[in-house]
């Protein structure tokens, strides 16, 4: 009985907003945010804050990266998510309690992809967004659980970033529900 309970409430996790990943992905909360080692010339998020490259402004051509350039770029636990469309444990990332002004970025490429005013505490325990930056996601259909969903990633870099519901609060009865190590976070500047 004991194991069946384990079972259903792995199962509604894991529906809540992800697949879980053999290697169980976790943040690298080493440097204060979630860290990786950058490809030369990219943003640094061992080397200080990170930054914004906004569309456009990205001196690297994603889409040519390699499997190595990106285990290169990435923390074991980014590139499972990012690349191979894994699922942090829920209630892991730092950035759950993140409630300064910024914007989220994408940890692959440094897209902007979230602004701090559409984030909300779902209760899920990933960090959620009822709705993104226009024109820095984009969605398919996910057929490997028993139901559909519908999954996002970045536009510039094609990072698996996490899935979208309509169970999210208005204006857009919409939940992004992302993975936090896939995400940076920059906090607005005074002016």
């Known amino acids: 009985m004991l194991d069946r309970r384990i079972f259903l409430a792995s199962a509604a996790a894991v529906a809540a907003c992800g697949r879980p990943s053999a290697s ?7 440097a204060g945010t979630t860290a990786s080692t950058p490809a030369p010339g990219a943003p640094s998020r061992r080397e200080g804050a990170p930054r914004i490259v ?3 402004e990205a001196s690297e051509d ?3 990266f390699t499997r190595e350039d990106w285990r290169a770029r990435l923390t074991e636990a980014e590139f499972d998510v990012l690349r191979r469309e894994g699922t942090e444990r829920p209630g892991s990332s730092p950035l759950l309690e993140e409630s ?3 914007t989220y970025i994408c940890a692959g490429c440094a897209l902007p992809l979230f602004r701090s005013e559409t984030k909300f505490e779902s209760g899920t325990g990933w960090p959620s967004f009822y709705t993104h930056i226009e024109g820095a996601l984009e969605t398919k259909t996910d057929l490997r659980l028993w139901t559909p969903r519908t999954e996002y990633h970045c536009v510039r870099c094609e990072g698996h970033q996490g899935h979208v519901f309509e169970d999210g609060p208005e204006p857009t009865g919409e939940r992004w529900c992302n993975n936090g190590v896939a ?3 920059v906090p607005d500047t005074a002016t």
Not at 24 to 30: C, L
């Open 24 to 30: 169980e992905a976790q943040p690298d909360t080493s």
């Open 62 to 64: 994603f889409a040519s």
């Open 54 to 56: 906004a569309m456009g």
């Open 100 to 102: 300064r002004a910024g």
């Open 183 to 185: 995400l940076d976070f």
